[in-house]
């Protein structure tokens, strides 16, 4: 734990004045102000020097002092409170400490006294501050991100700070001094902290209550968290001011639609984005990458992309092609565009030190390069040797960045691949690389470095394709990268604890705002197997990114890869993901809408569940499905735990009891999916070659039908699936309500929307799960139900369905 014997606490109060937002405060020799956001949230800042920033990240995208709150502020000799419908804030004035509480007097935050009865209110030392909360032994701790080991943080310690985590010269500092055998000495390890993305985002959920509050501290400075004591928790940022928002919950789904409303949601993918997409990095040719595509399609393994990692560049200079390798790069384009294929390329931050190479010519020119603090150009070293980094924090840079990715889509790319974006220096130290025309120091805004740089390639995309949605998948990323980019999970390895790191990590990206993330399936680091390689495919195609990627000088990883038993197995997993994608879409819909996540923990939906709480090698997929991976060797069956409802077996349609735990059957051509009861989930009765144009004529719906009386609803959207004008209307929203009474089951089907010219549905295929009528009445016309099946002739409009069990 951090050593805070010299800090200096901050115990008195000074003159407190009521604000238009809520409190200004002196507190010692600084500030305090708190403001209120919403009836729910408070934001807290400290000064520094006396005086506020007011933009301490690029994380918050709104004005969050916008919207009208109600509040009253109360005074007596020890506090000054401000409350509002749903809070109290409390500022105690001797000793200082401020304390939320709901209006019901529970907790929300607390501040923990030391042994000496000291309170910890706020603390600094030479520009690191450091705050201490009260929490008990049982609590649990949710979110920060991309984190490793389990989704439950209780009990460990983290640092905030991106690093290239398989580097020995960035995560060095890390492992080094640890004692043998703790696996955060192994850089390698499910346990190995910190990873390439910081949230300063997290949940804390009270035993046994369930109750939820959540903080995230807008600061982009190295922090640490550290939930390892048994009565408190401590946050240290080592840099910049304390500035909170604190969410008093108590549910997990209202905090988070609160942090997103402030750092924004995942922004609407396009449709292609959610298939199934093969990557490998390998110093491939033009006609091995059309051959492999051709593959795809021959062996009729669904695929929408093919990825370029680091050689189809010519050494390694960003923006360039190797015309050796690719004499015709558009021309490739162009003919596996005709197949429906996209195709993305990887773009690194670092530029090489090259006189003579445009881009570096161009950089200096414009002076767009991050400084040292002498004023040179800072160097580091990357894949091209001596490289040079855009300063991402001018927007003249992000500016420059925009351009030149707008030229390189051009050719006929659909999307970028940012990586090395922690950023990655290699052996050279990234300290003396500035920021601002070298006005700010690195640590200021290394955690920041692949935020902006998402956010001047989403410009350029958008310049260059102003009426498509952009995408574009970031290695590295801070709170707020949600709104510009995807995140995949970095070099994980072809090891089984991988396999099972992957669901907790993705949960942990999923309650922190980051929707659309997944891992490289199959493992990138090291040599994968066939079971190994079956399981984890199966896996992927339910996790929101679906990504085969992995490392030359490894086993080949393809979907033929292991002959051709492995081949059908993962044809048929690929081929269900496929089918799934409007289920799998219109999740996404929800993502963008609310900041509700696609993979999410079962504690998300089922908080007040104190079984849930550590449950991290299963996950739900959108909101009806329960997906439990085979994370062992060997496996020939594995427990399951069922929350709340009825749940039917994806695969035997058997009914099973919630809050209860089942033994799965996990044969190698299958792993545990359930179906919530009472939901409705849209299919594409067959799954195409891949998602260019296909706009079917009919869509399943799986109706589960629950045991139990109550009334279910269910969404589907329907969209041209790669424009930004469903935004403005075009497309269908249909909601589903069904309802059981007894004997009787309806499903309603409400649309809204304007449509869009690709539309070509005229018939819902109802597939029942659960029931067996003889026919259906469709707006009191009697429709037969053959096999559990009856077709609905119905396009974009409202109706009514019936029948009796």
């Known amino acids: 734990m951090l050593q805070t014997d010299h800090f200096i ?20 020799t600084e500030q305090l102000r708190v403001d209120l956001v919403s009836d729910d949230v408070v934001r807290v800042k400290m000064s520094r020097g006396g005086v506020f ?6 994380a918050v995208c709104v004005d969050p002092l916008s919207g009208p709150v109600d509040f009253t502020v109360d005074r007596d000799d020890q506090r000054v409170t401000v409350r509002t419908s749903a809070m109290v804030v409390s500022l105690w004035l001797e000793p200082f400490r401020l304390d939320v509480h709901r209006t019901d007097g529970t907790a929300v935050v607390e501040t923990a006294a030391d042994e000496h009865g000291r309170y910890w209110g706020y603390a600094t030392l030479n520009d690191t501050f450091t705050i201490r909360r009260r929490c008990r032994q049982e609590d649990a701790v949710f979110g920060l991100g991309e984190k490793s080991g389990r989704h ?19 995560a060095g500092e890390f492992t080094a001094g640890k004692e043998a055998g703790d696996p955060r000495g192994d850089r390698t390890s499910v346990e190995f902290d910190p990873f390439y993305v910081t949230i300063p985002f997290f949940y804390h959920q009270t035993y046994p209550a369930g109750t939820m509050a959540g903080s995230f501290m807008d600061n982009g400075y190295r922090g640490e968290y550290e939930f390892s004591a048994h009565d408190e928790y401590r946050m240290t940022f080592r840099g910049g001011q304390w500035t909170e928002y604190i969410f008093a919950g108590p549910d997990m789904p209202a905090i988070l639609t609160g942090y997103t409303a402030l750092t924004g949601r995942t922004q609407l993918p396009p449709l292609w984005s959610l298939g199934y997409h093969q990557c490998r990095w390998f110093d491939y040719t033009q006609e091995a990458v059309e ?5 795809h399609r021959d062996d009729e393994i669904p695929c929408d992309a093919l990825w370029l990692d680091i050689d189809y560049m010519d050494g390694y200079r960003v923006f360039t092609w190797d015309t050796d390798k690719f004499p015709d790069a558009p021309g490739m384009l162009e003919r596996l565009s005709d197949q429906g294929f996209k195709v993305i390329t990887i773009i690194d931050p670092g530029v090489k030190w090259d006189p003579g190479y445009a881009v570096f010519d161009d950089g200096l020119e414009r002076d767009v390069f991050c400084r040292t603090e002498g004023g040179d150009t800072y160097i580091g070293q990357v894949w091209p040797g001596n490289t040079a980094f855009p300063d991402f924090v001018t927007p003249e840079a992000r500016a420059w960045w925009g351009e030149l990715n707008a030229r390189h889509v051009q050719s006929g790319l659909a999307g970028i691949w940012n990586d090395m974006n922690e950023p990655a220096t290699g052996s050279i130290a990234p300290d003396g690389m500035r920021f601002g025309h070298g006005e700010f120091a690195h640590d200021r805004y290394r955690n920041q470095y692949a935020l902006l740089m998402a956010m001047g390639t989403t410009e350029g995309l958008r310049a260059a394709m102003p009426e498509l949605r952009t995408f574009i998948l970031s290695r590295a990323g801070f709170a707020g990268i949600q709104r510009y980019a995807a995140n995949w999970m970095g070099d994980n390895l072809s090891r089984w604890d991988h396999l099972w790191l992957s669901i907790a990590m993705g949960s942990g990206f999923g309650v922190s705002g980051q929707a659309f993330v997944g891992a490289d399936v199959g493992g990138f680091a090291g040599s994968s197997d066939p079971e190994l390689f079956t399981r984890w495919m199966q896996y992927g195609v339910l996790t929101p990114f679906c990504r085969n990627h992995s490392m030359m000088g490894n086993v080949d990883q393809y979907a033929w890869a292991f002959g051709p038993v492995v081949q059908d197995l993962v044809r048929e997993a690929v081929r269900l993901r496929y089918r799934l994608l409007p289920y799998i879409y219109t999740a996404f819909v929800r993502a963008s809408e609310t900041g509700e996540p696609v993979q999410r923990p079962l504690v998300f939906d089922h908080q007040y569940d104190g079984t849930v709480r550590d449950i991290d090698d299963q996950y739900l997929f959108g909101t009806d499905l329960l997906v439990a991976p085979v994370i062992d060797a060997g496996t020939t069956s594995r427990q399951v735990y069922l929350p709340e409802g009825d749940w039917f077996d994806w695969h035997s349609d058997e009914v099973l009891p919630g809050r209860s735990f089942v033994v799965a059957a996990t044969p190698m051509d299958r792993i545990p ?14 799954a195409p070659a891949s998602t260019d144009g296909h706009h079917p004529e009919a869509v399943e719906l799986h109706v589960f039908v629950p045991r139990s009386d109550g009334v279910h609803t269910s969404r589907l959207v329907e969209d041209d699936g790669l424009t930004t004008a469903s935004v403005q209307g075009a497309a269908w929203r249909t909601t589903f309500t069904l309802t059981r009474d007894g004997a009787s089951v309806s499903l309603r089907a409400g649309v809204e929307g304007e449509g869009y010219p690709q539309f070509r549905r005229s018939a819902f295929h109802l597939v029942l799960h659960g029931a067996a009528p ?6 009191g016309t009697e429709v037969p139900v053959r096999d559990a099946v009856a077709v609905l002739p119905v396009g974009a409009e409202e109706f009514m369905a019936t029948f009796v069990l």
Not at 153 to 166: E, Y
Not at 673 to 686: D, F, L, Q, S
């Open 9 to 28: 606490r901050f115990e008195k109060v000074g003159e407190v004045t009521a604000t238009d937002r809520g409190l200004l405060a002196e507190v010692e």
């Open 53 to 58: 920033d007011e933009e301490p990240t690029f």
């Open 152 to 170: 439950n943080r209780k009990g460990r310690d983290f640092t905030m700070w991106n690093t290239d985590v398989l580097s020995p010269d960035a």
């Open 291 to 295: 051959a492999l595509g051709q593959r």
């Open 673 to 686: 999916v359930y179906a919530r009861g009472g939901a409705v989930v849209p299919m594409w009765v067959e």
């Open 774 to 779: 003889a026919s259906v009445d469709l707006d």
